[in-house]
């Protein structure tokens, strides 16, 4: 059950990753017509800095629960990978507990913030006058479903250790190894020939 959960967790991760890289493109995107305008026409749009901001902080909100799924979040390796199984998963146990930790801190400083500014409808003190409750809530929905991600994960870790699979806790709470680096970039090169192939053979039989 809660691997299906986290497959279905990883489906709507990666949406919301594309969608964050397509913000991030439109911000990108602004930002460049606003120094054109700038520059040839002396005229500017006025906000391209906040609304690329906006866009910044809810793409990376929302990109870190992949992230953790995918195991590519920062952690130094130097000693884990020395150490044997049961040690290394109880190292990713506490480095998930730490994180959510930090999670539920920042939601709840993040929730005092988003519910000020609906109260009192606070708006940005530029000529766009956003109304920061939105910006803020999307921002803030990101970090929580950040959090049904890590309590997932967290679960999975429990359930692997009552089944006496500490190698499982490790395999979906650790850090990747090299080896596994390699087998990804080797399966991800196959499924692009695969693909490149299907295309050629599309365009023969056109």
């Known amino acids: 059950m809660l691997d299906k959960l986290l497959v279905q967790a990883g489906r709507v991760s990666h949406v919301a990753a594309w969608m964050g890289g397509a913000l991030l493109l439109a911000a990108a995107t602004v930002v460049t017509v606003e120094v054109l305008a700038r520059k040839f026409f002396g005229w500017s749009m006025q906000g391209a800095d906040e609304l690329s901001g906006y866009a910044f902080a809810i793409a990376c ?3 870190f629960g992949l992230a953790v799924l995918q195991r590519a979040n ?3 390796d130097g000693l884990y990978l020395l150490v044997p ?3 290394r998963a109880i190292m990713d146990i506490a480095a998930l507990l730490i994180l959510g930790l930090y999670v539920a801190a920042l939601l709840s400083s993040g929730w005092v913030l988003w519910q000020d500014s609906y109260t009192f409808t606070s708006r940005s003190i530029t000529s766009w006058r956003t109304p920061l409750a939105i910006p803020q809530g999307l921002w803030l929905a990101g970090w929580l ?6 309590t997932l994960l967290l679960l999975r870790c429990v359930q692997a250790l009552m089944k006496g699979g500490l190698a499982d806790v490790v395999a979906v709470a650790g850090v990747r190894t090299m080896a596994e680096e390699v087998k990804d970039e080797l399966a991800a ?13 599309r365009r023969g039989d056109a």
């Open 61 to 63: 909100s929302w990109a």
């Open 145 to 150: 479903w950040m959090a049904l991600i890590l």
């Open 85 to 87: 199984i049961p040690l």
């Open 74 to 76: 920062v952690r130094i």
């Open 189 to 201: 090169a196959a499924e692009e020939v695969a693909h490149e192939r299907e295309l050629r053979s």
